[in-house]
């Protein structure tokens, strides 16, 4: 999978695709408008970092590209690729439990802390690609 040339882009099918990991430097876009939220996206080659109004949804460590971003208050599902393996952290509701699936396996029930952040780390390589959903139990 390619990194997101635009930084940050609304599908077709209503998700979001954004993150260049390809990036020598940081880079920013700011102000983005999707479905009535304002979205502000930092990405290079060492950090992927996504926010909603001003609060915390996705970073990543390494920098990766995510598509197909999809979020819930049940659910949160996108696809991940990057040039080496991730980690990557989820803002979602504080001090609560979910189910990980990578690649539609179960990794495991993994629970947020009083911030609500969930990190994951995954393999990630050249020509690979992991598809991530973590559900609310």
Do not use: H
């Amino acid at each position: 999978m390619a990194a997101v040339k635009e930084l940050l882009k609304a599908e077709a099918d209503g998700t979001l695709s954004f993150g260049d990991y390809t990036l020598g430097s940081k880079t920013k876009l700011d102000g983005f408008e999707f479905q009535g939220d304002l979205y502000k996206v930092k990405t290079f080659s060492e950090i992927t970092k996504l926010e909603k109004n001003g609060m915390f949804v996705y970073e990543s460590v390494p920098g990766t590209a995510v598509e197909n971003f999809r979020a819930s208050e049940k659910e949160v599902s996108f696809l991940v690729s990057g040039e080496k393996d991730a980690q990557f952290t989820l803002g979602l509701e504080a001090d609560s439990a979910y189910v990980v699936f990578m690649d539609e396996v179960n990794v495991g029930d993994m629970a947020t802390n009083l911030s609500g952040k969930l990190s994951v780390s995954t393999e990630l390589g050249a020509d690979k690609s992991v598809k991530v959903k973590v559900v609310k139990k």
